[in-house]
């Protein structure tokens, strides 16, 4: 099977930071393993030389990539490769896919994958858009948009079984019938970040917990500042947060300023340490090694979240507010609804050794089945 992977890379100066590089990067070597043809549209090549490269232009905002897919382009990149399925990863993007793949006259299917949700559902069933995708009221243009791109495919993948749902719902609201196309396809973890639950000890006296998520205004991160301050002062606990974005463009910052002005706040709070793997994959390890128990972000249109699984193939717990596909992942014991919750289940975590180590070891084993090898059999099963 000739696999033809357009990947938007939105984050090209800090790919660590990239959740959609990461995923092709574990994943197409192991569909290489499987024995397809794998080609790679992207602005930056992934790390095995198995995996052809077909270098493209990274879309300088978030808008471009679902507004602007580039015909001419796309035309002379189906005429060259000449695909069997053509893999997108930008939703909205699909539309432009199959103009061009009948411009070029090539006859292959599209898988789009979607990687990220431009809305979220309440618990009421009441559709949100996500704010990230609304400036001056274009959220709406980016459902529909994205809702054209599922009519576009001829098979859609999803991380879960939340975003299944979601997918569904918004999909039936703008008139386009999934019918069977609907695939859940969770993302690989990260081989480089798996550790022997056996090689994990409980803290002793005080712990060390991780907020390892993208400072966005939307992710909640306002929700956490509050939750973190009152850990550091109620329970035996430092934070460690990470910037994963680093030093960001004017263009991106004149977007959403949000990152900067949280990261500003946060580092001038007691008891919580800034903390950067400078896109060091082996630092990233170092600095998730060296803490007890990871926060999930408070994103309500949460489908799935890299950096959790990141934690919890290290075999820390992951405590998380119970809304989205957190509620459907992680551990009853280790949801809360109220900063209350949140501290008391830090404390336990923190003086119940043999209540830590159970969620440490179930941590580790809710992503024993996301191995690149198993992923990439039920990404070629969901595609063919």
Not at 27 to 38: I, M, Q, S
Request: with cysteine; proline share 6%; aromatic share 6%.
């Amino acid at each position: 099977m000739r696999v033809l992977y357009l990947l938007n890379v939105s984050n090209a100066g800090r790919l660590s930071a990239d959740s959609g590089f990461t995923f092709a990067d574990l994943l197409a070597p192991a569909l290489a393993d499987a024995g397809a043809e794998v080609t790679v549209a992207s602005p930056v090549a992934v790390g095995d030389a198995r995996v052809r490269f077909a270098p493209t232009v990274s879309p300088s905002t978030k808008y471009r990539a679902r507004f602007d897919p580039g015909m001419d382009a796309l035309v002379t990149l189906m005429r060259d490769r000449r695909p069997e399925v053509v893999v997108a990863n930008q939703i909205e993007a699909a539309p432009a896919i199959r103009a061009a793949l009948l411009e070029a006259g090539v006859d292959a299917a599209i898988a789009g994958y979607c990687h990220y949700l431009p809305f979220s559902f309440t618990d009421s069933g009441a559709l949100e858009l996500d704010p990230a995708m609304n400036d001056r009221g274009l959220g709406r243009s980016v459902l529909l948009a994205f809702a054209a791109g599922l009519a576009a495919c001829a098979r859609v993948l999803v991380h879960s079984s939340t975003a299944a749902s979601w997918t569904t719902a918004a999909a039936a609201r703008t008139g386009v019938d999934l019918g069977d196309k609907l695939h859940i396809v969770p993302a690989p973890r990260d081989v480089r970040l798996v550790r022997d639950p056996a090689a994990i000890t409980p803290p002793e006296g005080r712990a060390t917990g991780i907020y390892n998520h993208r400072l966005y205004r939307h992710y909640g991160t306002a929700r956490f500042t509050r939750l973190a301050r009152r850990l550091v002062a109620d329970a035996p606990v430092r934070l460690t947060v990470m910037d994963l974005l680093g030093t960001r463009s004017p263009e991106r910052i004149r977007l959403d300023p949000s990152p900067e002005r949280h990261l500003e706040e946060l580092a001038t709070t007691d008891g919580v340490t800034i903390a950067s793997d400078r896109g060091d994959r082996v630092r990233y390890r170092n600095l998730l090694a060296g803490a007890h128990f990871g926060i999930a972000p408070f994103r309500p249109g949460c489908p799935w979240s890299m950096s959790v699984i990141d934690c919890q193939a290290m075999g820390l717990p992951v405590i998380g507010p119970r809304t989205g596909w957190l509620s459907e992942h992680i551990d009853n014991e280790l949801l809360f609804n109220t900063d209350e919750q949140a501290i008391q289940i830090a404390q336990r975590l923190t003086t119940d050794a043999e209540f830590y180590l159970v969620h440490a070891k179930r941590a580790h084993a809710s992503t024993a089945d996301l191995t690149p090898a198993a992923v990439a059999a039920r990404y070629l099963e969901a595609i063919k």
